[in-house]
């Protein structure tokens, strides 16, 4: 299969980079400078209150193009909903400021829909252990004290704000790393849900994209639509190994390249071709 000029050069060795050799005077001057660092505010806010702003328009992206996709089923969202009925503390939001008063998720995605879910009646009660009582039941058929109880608590959140830096392109690799090293914990990632935070731009959004394409959603029984619950009940969907088989078959067209083990090699392909793809194109 004859390759696109872009994939005929990508596998050429990149040069190293130097490494910087700096003095302590010249680093504490780097530190002092705020550079590298960045400035964050922690709010609280009742659980009510919360829900309503998420309605306001611009208010918070739930989805940004490094959030992986909807994972939590409705048991998973109950438990939530009674860890804050008996007061056990929940991990806070991690938000990223991208305008005065506007929010991505960086960490939260699915807290955030739970309780977006519960407030909006959409959330039917499943799954409770300590208050089995109230399994099948949505917000408003709640006894009025278990609603009182419930909206007294709060949710914590930790914005990093705009202020953090004004470059358009540091503030990409700020959310990149901030990312990544808060998924390192909790819920594991796929391997295609981390390609996709690291590796953005216009080929990752064609690789989501083909995903998509019905030829390819009847073969792998995935839901044509764009029914959330549907989709969520989907294993392949969910963790984007649908968009991981999309770049496979890019990725193999390089399969004299290959090494490390198939998904070492995907890895791999998506370093070298990222390196080029801000002057050309495939």
Request: aromatic share 10%; charged share 30%.
């Amino acid at each position: 299969m004859p390759l696109a000029p872009i994939e005929e050069k990508m596998w050429g060795k990149s040069p190293s980079k130097p490494r910087v050799q700096m003095s302590h005077h010249e680093i504490n001057e780097k530190y002092e400078s705020r550079d590298k660092r960045i400035l964050t505010e922690i709010n609280r806010e009742k659980l009510p209150s919360f829900a309503e702003s998420l309605k306001k328009q611009k208010y918070m992206d739930l989805q940004p193009f490094y959030q992986r996709r909807l994972r939590w089923d409705e048991k998973k969202q109950s438990r939530l909903i009674e860890s804050f009925l008996i007061n056990i503390p929940v991990p806070p939001l991690i938000l990223f400021e991208r305008e005065y008063n506007s929010y991505e998720v960086m960490d939260g995605q699915q807290r955030i829909t739970a309780i977006q879910n519960f407030y909006n009646n959409e959330l039917k009660l499943t799954g409770l252990k300590l208050w089995e009582e109230l399994n099948g039941l949505r917000y408003r058929e709640l006894p009025l004290n278990i609603q009182a109880g419930i909206n007294r608590r709060s949710i914590s959140y930790i914005a990093i704000i705009t202020e953090s830096t004004s470059n358009p392109e540091e503030a990409l690799l700020l959310k990149q790393e901030t990312f990544e090293r808060l998924n390192t914990g909790g819920e594991r990632l796929s391997p295609q849900e981390v390609r996709n935070c690291l590796y953005t731009g216009k080929f990752n959004s064609l690789l989501l994209e083909l995903a998509r394409n019905p030829i390819f959603t009847r073969a792998w029984n995935i839901p044509t639509d764009d029914d959330s619950s549907k989709l969520s009940e989907n294993t392949l969907y969910k963790k984007m190994e649908d968009a991981e088989l999309i770049l496979r078959f890019f990725a193999l067209r390089n399969v004299d390249n290959f090494s490390r083990g198939m998904e070492g090699f995907l890895d791999l392909y998506r370093t070298h071709l990222t390196s080029f793809l801000g002057t050309e194109r495939i």
